[in-house]
């Protein structure tokens, strides 16, 4: 069959050269790649006249493309790339039209190497802010690099703060202002700094502009009738948690499998609907397998301890088998129509299962080794405040057997953390027998640790750690988890309650309360499991559901344990009295919108406290949570771009 332009070309001025003239190659950043798929697919690219996608390499690049559009962050190396390809262009007889676009924004230091290498005039620049990546309906990241928490607080690089507050920025101009901002973290309170500054130069720049706010109308004059309230959590006042081995069905994957942008590499059996002949026949590749709210299945236990999925798979085996029998009692033509109605989604569903059968068979070959138990041992016990010689036994071990360097990290890390460091001499023996047996850069390594914070040597011995206190204070160990059919959040760590959402809890005190039960029905709230006079404040709710949110009042004790500023800050906007009329006749005839709470990590989340979030919100009712994060992490991801790698060293 023809092309939609093959009639073209046969008149004297040949217009299909037009076309070749807008064919266009993406050539992007490796990182970006991912995000960019969640917002446009590929067909969708192509509609709009992109024929092939590079990524961003320091080879050459050979394309028959007659435009190229770079999209990369703004880091050196790539500008030194792009600077070679442009060079290599400019000696063809073809010439190559050029863009860049830097996401979020250029940067000054970026500009000049274009200059100094000669290329900046032969490249058109312009800026991308593709500020939030939306990964679900309550899940937006900003897709950063996992090095975020580390070059805040180790390089001393602010950036990512600041796209932080352009991004929430953006927000607070769709939306509207926050009307509340709490946090905790010395970064957090920048960040919150850095939104009223933004805030201030905004409304000053409307008023010497009125052109152009009534060009581009904003909601930065409004306070939000959707969101109530902003909670920043600083990645660096709960280390704790990422350390830990996430055992939700969704952690886990990303644990020992890697999730990234939302999607993960599954092996071609898994994913391929082919016969079993054939599918041996084909080679081992990886295909890209979209885990989101898309999948029905996925959906019912993402949130749920890994304990409880096999069971949840048998039952649902069971009733799409069930669903497949009725076809042998459709007896009359409308009945056979409605089977058939349902049958690709029957199929769908069967091919979903065989998928997540196929992944959980693989999660189990891992999580029943001797290894992954005493690793997950060791863990629990160290958070739990358990002393025993047999993890330090096993810690050597590991290091004896070369295990991969950022497992034993892990443990060490924890260790101290959660102990207020290692005694000396242990600290000396294991930083020996670490440089000793995974090479000497690693004193690099031991240095960045302990200049973070993660391993450092115990100054008293007998005083109690932080989080040892913590631990006490916010209930963050809990011996009697329902796994299955859980009441708390701690069911995410088969016992240990991430300390950032007990921050959250803290926050929400007096919200909701009243509405919120435990799976088994008992009239106590979640809240209450975190000790101190919160759960006699159930009570009290229950009298007035209107009582307004205290914030950290209440949690001082808790709050001076952690590291960090904490702060609440009120945003008001001044309005006039027929807008004040118009807003309390639209609460009074109940027209308000249900409120929002967004809660930002700045420095990574995991997968198992946005489980532990989604938690929270099936028992608040009349509230919705969005999360919002830097990136999402895991242990390792953490963790590695701390560790000194020798092919850096120069």
Known sequence: MASAQSHLGNTPLNLAKLRELSRKGLVLDPTITGPLSLIAEFNLLKDHGVERIYHLESNILETECPGLIYICRPKLKYMKYIANHIKHFSQQSNKVECWLFFVPERTLICERVLEEEGVKGDITI?????????????????????????????????????????SLMRLQSIYGLFPRILGKGDAAKQLADMLLRMRKE?????????????????????VSNHIDQFIIIDRNVDLVTPLCTQLTYEGL????????????GLGAPLVSTASAANISA????????????????FSQ?????????????????????????ERHHAKTVAQIRDFVGRLGELRQ???????????????????????????????????AGI???????????????????????????????????LKPKLYDHFEREIVQTYGYEHIETIHRLEKLGLWQTRTNAASRSNFSQCRKLLRLILDDVNEAHPNDIAYVYSGYAPLSIRLVQSAMQKLGQSSIQTTNGSAASIFSYMGGNNASSVKDDKKNNSLPNDGWRGSEDILRLLPGKAFDIKQTVEYGAETNAAMARAKRHGLQHGKTTIIFFLGGCTH?????????????EGRDYLVATTQMINGNTFLSPIIQNRNDIK
């Open 126 to 166: 312009g800026d991308y802010a593709m500020d939030w990546i939306p990964c679900e309906d309550d899940l937006i990241s900003m897709e950063l690099d996992p090095s975020t928490w580390k070059e805040i607080y180790l390089d001393g690089d602010q950036t990512s703060v600041y796209y932080a507050a352009k």
């Open 202 to 222: 905004k409304s000053m720049i409307d008023e010497v502009s009125n052109v152009t706010s009534a060009r581009t109308p904003s909601l930065l004059n409004t």
């Open 253 to 264: 994957i990303d644990e020992t499998i890697g999730i990234k942008h939302s999607s993960k």
């Open 282 to 297: 084909l080679p081992l590749k990886k295909k890209k397998y979209v885990l989101n709210s898309s999948d029905k299945l």
């Open 301 to 325: 236990f993402r949130d749920q301890n890994f304990s409880a999925v096999p069971g949840m798979l048998n039952k649902i085996a069971k009733r799409i088998n069930e669903n497949y029998e």
């Open 349 to 383: 569903e069967h091919q979903s299962l065989a998928i997540h059968t196929g992944i959980t068979e693989e999660l189990m070959g891992y999580t029943v080794t001797d290894e992954f138990n005493r690793m997950l041992e060791v863990q629990q016990n160290v958070v």
């Open 387 to 421: 002393d025993g010689n047999k993890d330090l036994e096993y810690i050597e071990e590991m290091i004896n057997k070369q295990k991969p360097l950022v497992h034993v990290l892990r443990l060490l890390c924890l260790m101290s953390l959660s102990q207020g460091g």
């Open 608 to 620: 198992a406290e946005v489980s532990a979030v989604r938690f929270l919100a099936q028992h608040d």
